[in-house]
């Protein structure tokens, strides 16, 4: 199972950037799926999960309204939309992987998650 996530960069405050991570060795119709990120000094957290055998999505209080989780059967792909960006969403993305259908309150733990992206840099300037 590998995950590629892509889309990182610099962007102005208010700025919008899409991020997508390519899975393969899994399908997007069972497990969950989801987006974590780690900003310096901090402790990684969770961003925005979906659990692929309903599209049944969280997002964190932070970027809830403004980042949209989505997938793409074909592409075999996983997208974050985020849309105004504030200085605070300066981050390493991660996009990450388990074959288990997780309950809501657990789509953030990061302890369930079996499979790991690189990582992908956004830095939002002012």
């Known amino acids: 199972v590998q995950l590629q996530a892509s889309g990182g960069g610099l962007v102005q405050a208010g700025g919008s950037l899409r991020l997508s991570c390519v899975v393969s060795g899994l399908t997007l119709r069972s497990g969950t799926i989801g987006w974590f990120r780690q900003a310096p000094g901090r402790e990684r957290e969770g961003v925005s999960c979906?659990?692929?055998?309903?599209?049944?999505?969280i997002y964190a209080a932070s970027v809830k309204g403004r980042f949209t989780i989505s997938r793409d059967h074909a592409k075999n792909t996983v997208y974050l939309q985020m849309n105004g960006l504030q200085i605070e969403d300066t981050a390493v993305y991660y996009c990450?992987?388990?074959?288990?259908?997780?309950?809501?309150?657990?789509?953030?733990?990061?302890?369930?998650?079996?499979?790991w992206g690189q990582g992908t840099l956004v830095t939002v300037s002012s």
């Open positions: 979906m659990r692929l055998s309903d599209a049944n999505t």
């Open positions: 990450a992987a388990t074959p288990r259908n997780l309950i809501k309150s657990s789509m953030f733990a990061i302890l369930y998650y079996n499979y």
